[in-house]
Structure formats: structure tokens, C-alpha cells
């Protein structure tokens, strides 16, 4: 299934129609723009099926909050079309950033996940590292870490 996929670097104006359609249906474009998208040193991947755009990843160099380490990525914004979920694109998706924040000399990633993908998380070497929370209008979410390097 995952032969006619690929995975590359795209620019953060491309990710914002998937984040409208799958992590913020109802926000405005203005929305779904996030404070670190254009900053040195993003990186933005896109999953691409028969040249359509069906899956979007983001990584920042950012410290989770109350916190100040160098060596911090956040990773934000993954999305995969629903038609295209359990084939493995989320995994192609990450693993594409993490080489990308390994290039960059990083040593850990986390993200706010959603409850519900947490057994994707889980399978992929991300931990809770907090109690849950509510994010507006998206939900229940945990905080979640993992090194670069398992």
C-alpha cells in the first residue's frame, strides 16, 4: 500500500488546507497558521499519494513549556486524510522528521496528542510525560515525549 507514497519536505503555506480539514474544520486560514511556521530552522513534510497532498507533519525547534532545553522539538500539525489512515503514512511522516531534527543535532521530540491517537504515539516510542489536558474545540490531549534516537 505504501508503494505510490512519498515523502518531502514542503513549505508551511502547503500544510494549512489539511490542518483546516482534519485537526481545525470551522478556524480560519488565519488559524491555521502556527506562531513557529516560518521560523529558521522549521521543517514541514508532506505525504504525497499519485500527487495529491494526504498527510502533513510539522517539527520546531521548541522547548516544551517551563522548560528551556536546547535539544527540544515540537512536533505539530499531523494530519493524514482519513482515507489514508492505518497504512503506515503517520510512521513515514515521523520518521521523515526525525531524521530531519537528528540532522539538526536534536535529541527529543514531543507533541500535544490527541487522546485518541495515543496508540499510535505509544507504537511509535512516544511517552505521557504529563496529566491530560483540554485543548478548545480539539479535545482531550496528553503531552508526549520520545528521544530522536530510540
Known sequence: MLEN???RSIQAQETRTLRAIILRPGQTSEQQI???D???GSFHAGAYRDGELIGIASVFHESPPGEDDEGAWRLR???VQAEARRLGI???LLERCL?????QG???LWCNGRVTALAFYHHLGFKESGEIFDVPESGPHYQ???PIRL
Do not use: C, D, H, K
Not at 531524521?99 to 540532522?103: G, V
Open 5 to 7: 507514497i512519498s515523502i
Open 34 to 36: 502556527y506562531p513557529n
Open 38 to 40: 516560518e521560523a529558521p
Open 77 to 79: 500539525g499531523m494530519a
Open 90 to 92: 503517520g510512521r513515514l
Open 99 to 103: 531524521e530531519y531534527i537528528q540532522a
Open 106 to 108: 536534536g535529541e527529543r
Open 144 to 146: 508526549m515525549e520520545r
